[in-house]
Every structure is written in structure tokens, then in C-alpha cells.
């Protein structure tokens, strides 16, 4: 050990170059922080909650979007994706919220026998599985799976 101390000692270079190299191993993480840290603010996240309700007009499905990010999101579409198409209630598409804050949260709402309807004459596989789709303006789509072509028509 008292080797190595001399040595260092003897080689003020080796010492210089230990400590520029830590240096720039401590700057990396620091940017590395503070890149990650000025992103937070502006993430964004769209929760995709599917289910069935109930109403007068009879049973129906849902999809909702809750903006869950930390900023204000503009919903450009809601829908089901079947195969490559998508199935896009046309009567509650203006009736629904397009600009979500934080924590908002808006709706779309499907009837049963309609969608049956569309599911029979699209011809598509029983075993293709069905999504709930929600699109936002700049093109980010998140989607959550609901059920298999054939669940829903039966």
C-alpha cells in the first residue's frame, strides 16, 4: 500500500486524470437528473376505462377517457378498433368533452345492438380482438383491450 501512495505521489498525471474523470462521471449524472426532472411537468397520460351500462334504451357499452398526465390534453377521437377500422359513435361524438384539464374525464357511450350490428356486417374473424381507442390531437393513441369479436356478438 505504501508502494501506491509513493507512486501516486510520484505521478501527480494519474492523480489529475482520477479526478477529471469523476468530475465528468458526476456532470453526466447531473444532466442526466436534470433532463429527466424538466419533463415531469409535462407529461401526459389518458386512462381507457371500458364497461357496459344500462339505460332506458336498453344495454350499452362505454368508453372513458381521464386525463391522468400534468398537462391539458385535446381528444381528437373516441372508438372501438376492429381489425384496421374504427367504429366511431357519430350521434354522442359532439355531445363529449374534447379538451381535458387534469383529472377531467369525458365519454362515449355505444349502444348494444347497433354495435352488433356493425361488428355482423364488417366480416371479420370471431377471434379478432375489439379495443377501446381514444386519439388525442398530436396522434398518440391509447388503446385497452375489451373483448373478442365473437363475445360481443354472441
Known amino acids: 500500500m505504501d508502494e501506491f501512495i509513493s507512486w501516486c505521489n510520484a505521478n501527480v498525471g494519474f492523480v489529475s486524470l ?9 456532470s453526466i449524472i447531473a ?12 407529461k401526459k397520460k389518458v386512462l381507457v376505462v371500458t364497461g357496459h351500462t344500462v339505460s332506458g334504451a336498453g344495454l350499452g ?18 372508438g372501438y378498433l376492429i381489425g384496421d377500422q374504427v367504429y366511431v359513435n357519430k350521434n354522442t ?6 379538451n381535458l ?4 374525464t369525458t365519454s362515449q357511450y355505444y349502444d348494444i345492438s347497433e354495435f352488433k350490428t356493425v361488428l355482423s ?3 371479420v374473424s370471431p377471434f379478432l380482438k ?9 396522434g398518440t ?3 385497452k383491450n375489451l373483448a373478442r369479436v365473437k363475445t360481443i356478438i354472441e
Not at 482520477?18 to 458526476?26: D, I, K, M, P, R
Not at 372513458?64 to 377521437?77: C, D, E, F, L, P
Not at 361524438?93 to 374534447?98: N, P
Request: glycine fraction near 4%.
Open 18 to 26: 482520477l479526478l477529471s474523470a469523476l468530475t465528468l462521471l458526476v
Open 31 to 42: 444532466v442526466i437528473v436534470s433532463i429527466h426532472t424538466a419533463r415531469l411537468p409535462y
Open 61 to 78: 357499452l362505454h368508453i372513458t377517457a381521464t386525463n391522468v398526465g400534468n398537462r391539458n390534453i385535446s381528444i381528437k377521437m373516441i
Open 93 to 98: 361524438l359532439f355531445d363529449s368533452q374534447v
Open 101 to 104: 384539464a387534469q383529472g377531467e
Open 121 to 123: 356486417g364488417l366480416k
Open 130 to 138: 375489439i379495443k377501446a381507442l381514444v386519439e388525442d390531437t398530436e
Open 141 to 143: 393513441r391509447y388503446k
